[in-house]
């Protein structure tokens, strides 16, 4: 599965892709190294 996610930081976006569940991951973001949950910063499904 492929997510477009948005940094609640700097708010750029950023494709992530998950094999399985997003439950309780967390993502760095790749522009402000801010660390995010990955299930409230989805935007939606690619």
Partial sequence: ML?????????NQMK???KGSILG??????????SMDVRKSVLQQI
């Fill in 25 to 34: 991951k967390r993502k760095s973001c790749v522009y402000c190294n801010f």
């Fill in 16 to 18: 992530y892709a998950a």
């Fill in 3 to 11: 997510f477009l996610l948005r940094c609640p930081r700097c708010k």
